[in-house]
């Protein structure tokens, strides 16, 4: 029976079938049960568990025919522009950070952009992933626009902080559609990002050129409040999921497990952003990672232990060994690093071997456009391709081992050899493309429906834990190794150039600062240039190999993952509450 009184003659005969019990069985109930098919025991002693499994769902015709409105394609494109549009910020600061730090006195400040969004994304994910429908239409993004490294790092962090809420698209959008279509619903929650990644890095290097590089946040202002208003005139998700009265479910949040894994997590991946600024045994390095590490001991401790529902249940991580939920998200994280790798090298590639140190801005524009290119191509073999392939977690293999071998090979670069690595980007990010959908997708169909939420929470911490991490180890071998090769090649060089031995401390500083070119003669800049460019290609390669270290262990991830094509049904499992249609979802 509809909401609006009116009963349709096909679910006449769906509500027909149930009555008569079909002698078809699903399959869930014909193998008896199993990890997938059976609740576990609670995560904590205090944990309530909800006897709602795989079995349950199938209570509700999976063989009825799903219908999408209109109203519901107009959400799903308002959730795409909101994900899309928060992600925005990060290849902006990609691209022109360095340059931006160094116009405000601080060549180094720009080591904490993309970090402050990415810790804050990893904490808000966590926090606010379970109550993700009611969370993610009240959530405005805010831009700022900065005058000093300061500024710039808060701005982006408030920013991830938000974003998480608007990437919650990721698992918000796909769950209105047929189970089939999951990884197509995953790309096109991330439509936008492919505007994003193309788009971004041509209006920033612009901008900056025209000292109006603030206008890349004060669109995104604009943009992102049309998609709130759109959510809140529009999205009306099931308001009660867990069957649970929206007062009781915020009294019973874990809130000391929030603040235990936000001021555990900050300070661990602040004390690794310090690594690359400070020595290893530096105190900004050596406390954060103590303190961080002993309150997320803690954490996990009352995790295990106490809350009624926990932020990571146990049940969700250790589902058929691992296989269900934790194997894709690990191999979720590990994928997303290698956007950041490519993110790190392929910028640097192109100022200092291609464009006359980024003088050559409109050629360094369209340098950049490989790489965005490359992940709609992925995302859309993917689209067009993985429902007739199947074998999903083989899909997830072959993808992962593109990018990683690809990504790899990418430390090969010379100065002269642009073809090549342009090429090995393309195919690298391809495979990041096609990989990273097909992981969220397989790490929301490896828990139940009403752990959703849960396991999206989940999931994007270890993306974005993993993203940081990836930032900040690959920030710091590449300065690291920079500076060591910088030692060993450049004194040679200079010093045949006719500069004297006590004079290439003053040169290494200039270096540093790239004011070398306008401080030294032409004599000199030609001898050190070689010098200096092989000691990146020394340093680009370092980050490659760290990466494909990372990437192994990501392989092995995919691997384990078990297949999901069963679970690719007809089904659509939420109806919004203002459609005809919102008497078929199980709970309102």
């Not at 999205?235 to 069957?243: E, I, K, L, T, V």
Request: hydrophobic content about 50%; overall charge neutral; charged content about 15%.
């Amino acid at each position: 029976m509809n909401v609006d009184g009116d009963q349709r003659p096909h679910e006449s005969a769906e509500l027909a079938k149930e009555v008569q019990a079909p002698s078809t069985q699903h399959p869930a109930l014909a193998k008896g049960p199993s990890a997938e098919t059976t609740s576990s025991a609670p995560d904590s002693p205090n944990e309530k568990v909800t006897h709602d499994s795989e079995v349950d769902r199938s209570v509700v015709d999976e063989d009825a025919e799903p219908v999408v409105t209109l109203k519901t394609w107009i959400v799903c494109f308002i959730l795409s522009i909101g994900y899309g549009l928060s992600f925005w910020c990060v290849p902006v600061v990609s691209a022109i950070g360095s340059e931006l730090s160094a116009s405000w006195g601080e060549p180094s400040g720009y080591v904490w952009y993309v970090p402050a969004w990415t810790i804050a994304i990893t904490v808000s994910f966590l926090w606010f992933g379970p109550k993700y429908r009611s969370a993610g239409k009240k959530v405005v993004l805010v831009a700022a626009t900065a005058k000093s490294n300061g500024q710039m790092i808060a701005g982006l962090a408030i920013i991830g902080f938000g974003g998480a809420l608007c990437q919650c698209a990721a698992f918000a959008l796909p769950e209105l559609l047929p189970n089939k279509w999951r990884h197509i619903g995953v790309v096109f929650a991330d439509a936008v990002v492919y505007i994003t990644v193309i788009l971004a890095p041509v209006t920033a290097r612009y901008g900056y050129r025209q000292g109006h590089w603030w206008a890349n946040f004060a669109g995104l202002a604009c943009f992102q409040f049309l998609s709130f208003l759109g959510l809140l005139l529009l999205y009306f998700p099931p308001a009660h999921p867990s069957n649970m009265p929206a007062m009781q479910a915020f009294k019973e949040l874990d809130y000391v497990g929030m603040l235990l894994f936000a001021a555990g997590a900050v300070p661990v991946l602040m004390g690794i952003v310090w690594a690359g600024v400070y020595d290893s045994s530096d105190a900004h390095v050596v406390a954060p990672l103590v303190v961080g590490f002993v309150i997320l001991l803690v954490f996990a401790v009352w995790e295990t232990w106490v809350p009624k529902h926990p932020l990571t249940p146990r049940r969700i991580l250790v589902s058929s060994w691992g296989r269900d939920f934790t194997a894709p998200a690990i191999a979720l994280g590990v994928v997303n690093m290698f956007y950041y790798s490519s993110s790190i090298v392929y910028p640097e590639m192109i100022t200092l071997f291609w464009t006359d140190g980024g003088a050559e801005w409109k050629k360094a524009v369209v340098l950049s456009l490989p790489q965005g290119f490359a992940i709609t191509t992925g995302a859309l073999l993917l689209t067009f391709l993985g429902g007739k392939i199947k074998h999903w977690q083989w899909q997830l293999f072959g993808a992962s081992f593109v990018m990683v071998l690809f990504g790899a090979l990418m430390g090969l670069v010379t100065p002269t050899n642009k073809g090549t690595m342009i090429a090995f980007c393309f195919l690298s990010q391809m495979g990041f493309g096609y990989a990273i959908y097909l992981a969220i997708a397989l790490s929301q169909l490896g828990v139940e429906q009403k752990d959703l939420g849960i396991a999206g929470g989940l999931s994007g911490t270890f993306r974005f834990a993993a993203g940081a991490i990836a930032t900040s180890v690959y920030t710091t071998v590449l300065n690291n190794s920079l500076a060591d090769a910088l030692t060993k090649n450049v004194p040679p060089a200079a010093e045949a150039a006719g500069v004297a031995a006590s004079q290439i401390s003053k040169l290494m500083a200039a270096i540093s600062a790239s004011t070398y070119s306008t401080e030294y003669s032409a004599s000199v800049v030609a001898a050190i240039t070689p010098a200096i460019q092989n000691s990146y290609c020394h340093a680009i390669y370092m980050v490659c190999m760290t990466s494909l270290g990372f990437g192994l262990f990501g392989l092995l991830c995919c691997a384990y993952c078990k297949d999901v094509d069963r679970k690719m049904n007809n089904k659509i499992e939420v109806y919004l509450e203002n459609t005809k249609y919102a008497d078929r979802n199980k709970y309102h």
